[in-house]
């Protein structure tokens, strides 16, 4: 069975930094697209950034040069270290990962950001 949980999730105030960690049992990490999409309140879910296989990385432009994505396939995790946080990144984070037609989810982590 495929679990992908999420953790680092938390209230901080704008102008400081907070990682997200998702570590994924279940499948084969190495050989999946991870990712990070986010949900504010009665908006869409949109993606954050995201990691192929080969390292290359793809983001958002809400979040270009403030939010670095990362995986390490021994941990089986992708990280997402966000900086310069702002009011508007408020939203629940969920994790992906992705492989030709099959995608998995996590659960959600809360990330809300105080002015």
């Known amino acids: 069975q495929v679990h992908l949980v999420e953790s680092g999730g938390g209230l901080v105030q704008a102008g400081s930094s907070l990682s997200l960690s998702c570590t994924v049992s279940?499948?084969?990490?190495?050989?999946?697209?991870m990712g990070w999409y986010r949900q504010a309140p009665g908006k869409q879910r949109v993606l954050v950034a995201r990691?192929?296989?080969?390292?290359?990385?793809d983001y958002g432009d809400s979040v270009m040069d403030r939010f670095i994505i990362s995986r390490d396939g021994a941990e089986k995790t992708v990280y997402l270290q966000m900086t310069s946080l702002k009011p508007e990144d408020t939203a629940v984070y969920y994790c992906?990962?992705?492989?030709?037609?099959?995608?998995?989810w996590g659960q959600g982590t809360q990330v809300t950001v105080s002015s």
């Open positions: 992906y990962a992705a492989i030709l037609s099959r995608n998995y």
């Open positions: 279940g499948l084969a990490f190495d050989s999946y697209v």
């Open positions: 990691i192929n296989v080969g390292g290359r990385t």
